[in-house]
């Protein structure tokens, strides 16, 4: 491996930007002298890595957004693979966004590149079957996984495959929590402090956060002293979240507070129960702890495409559930997801003493599922290994 390999990584999502940062971060630690460069997101281009084209152009949401935006990711396609090509870095490594990555890796290899290809997070095979597992296995140099069960999908091929723990339980586990977040927001005390995640896209925003803060409204009638906090993911989502609220009973600053997003995991740390859209957040707040009821509300068209076009089939949405595999959070997806079934399953989960503690200690069992949590720089020792290869 020469001195100061030159490292090319494609990140195409916030929570990629976030894996690729600590990542990042070993990486330098370890070799000090390699040059990083990619499509990288604010977090990642705090380390100053050399910016080709920034995250922010690939974020896209649903299958509907992703045929709307079809020309330009071609277009963006095209330029970072012949970016690569005429860079020729040591080695390429792809964070998540799969459906882009494994198509980028087969181009790369057809054109002729001889670096190392490395996907760090693998597909969801349990979600898209394991058609892709053949494509991955004739490109990649090495997968490095998040779930320990992932392994299983490749032991009949010669790719090389690594558990190195999950980044979320990394981040939860070493983040210094604000003993004092709730006071500097002005947030009353209340036993019922109630989390709302609805989602950091504006699309997710508009479709969750009306469902969630009816179901709160009717939460508070059973509860009044209850506190409802929703989480901000950031500030340019802000006025549309205002704008939902006039349409809402609860008033601001007295029933309802925003909660910004460098004060997450405080929030999920000290609620009593949340609201929460599917995604990567059903695991944050089952980290914590913290018992759940999630929504999956879909556009019609984004609906009618998983269903009947990719014929998409899971047994759970939510990740805490496909870990534990079986129910922790109740799920209420597309027609169930109304207010009034939230407003139920979330008095279930707060109230009732035995359903409330089966949910905690399932969430327990997720953490130790895990098997620890360092992460990145068990992932930055995999990739050196690669390189030295």
């Given at each position: 491996m020469k001195q100061d390999p030159q490292i090319f990584i494609f990140a195409g999502e916030k929570s990629g930007d976030l894996h690729g940062y600590h990542l990042c971060q070993s990486l330098l630690q370890h070799l000090p002298e390699c040059r990083l460069s990619g499509?990288?997101?604010?977090?990642?281009?705090?380390l100053n890595i050399n910016t080709i084209m920034p995250m922010e152009e690939f974020e896209v949401m649903g299958f509907s957004d992703v045929f709307l935006s079809f020309r330009k990711i071609i277009n963006q396609f095209r330029y970072i693979r012949d970016r690569i090509l005429a860079t020729k870095p040591d080695a390429v490594i792809f964070i998540d966004y799969p459906g882009f990555?494994?198509?980028?890796?087969?181009?790369?290899?057809?054109?002729?590149?001889?670096?190392k290809l490395i996907q760090y997070i693998a597909p969801t095979f349990w979600a898209w079957g394991r058609s892709r597992i053949r494509h991955m296995a004739n490109t990649l140099d090495l997968l490095l996984t998040i779930y320990p069960f992932e392994s299983d999908f490749f032991s009949d091929s010669k790719l090389s495959v690594k558990y190195v723990g999950n980044p979320v339980q990394e981040s939860v586990h070493t983040h210094r929590y604000h003993s004092e977040w709730a006071e500097i927001l002005g947030i009353r005390p209340s036993e019922n402090l109630i989390a709302l995640f609805p989602g950091s896209r504006r699309s997710e925003v508009r479709r969750n956060l009306p469902i969630q803060l009816q179901a709160a409204s009717l939460f508070q009638k059973k509860h009044p002293d209850a506190c409802f906090a929703i989480s901000c993911a950031h500030t340019e989502i802000m006025p549309m979240i205002q704008e939902i609220l006039e349409t809402n009973s609860l008033q601001l600053n007295k029933d309802l507070f925003f909660v910004p997003k460098r004060f997450s995991y405080e929030l999920m740390r000290d609620c009593r129960s949340a609201i929460s859209k599917s995604g990567t957040v059903t695991l944050e707040l089952a980290l914590h702890q913290r018992p759940t009821v999630v929504m999956y509300e879909v556009s019609k068209l984004n609906y009618f495409i998983a269903k009947?076009?990719?014929?998409?089939?899971?047994?759970?949405f939510c990740m805490?559930?496909?870990?534990?595999?079986?129910?922790?959070?109740?799920?209420l997806i597309k027609g169930g997801c109304q207010p009034d079934?939230?407003?139920?399953?979330l008095l279930l989960l707060n109230d009732n003493p035995t359903t409330r503690q089966k949910c905690i200690n399932a969430c327990r069992k997720i953490d130790s599922t895990l098997q620890g949590f360092q992460t990145s720089d068990k992932a930055a020792q995999a990739i050196i290994q690669t390189l030295q290869a």
């Open positions: 499509v990288v997101g604010p977090e990642m281009r705090t990555n494994i198509r980028m890796a087969k181009a790369l290899r057809k054109r002729g590149y001889k670096g009947n076009l990719l014929r998409l089939k899971l047994p759970h805490a559930n496909i870990l534990y595999g079986g129910t922790v959070f109740p799920e079934r939230l407003a139920q399953e």
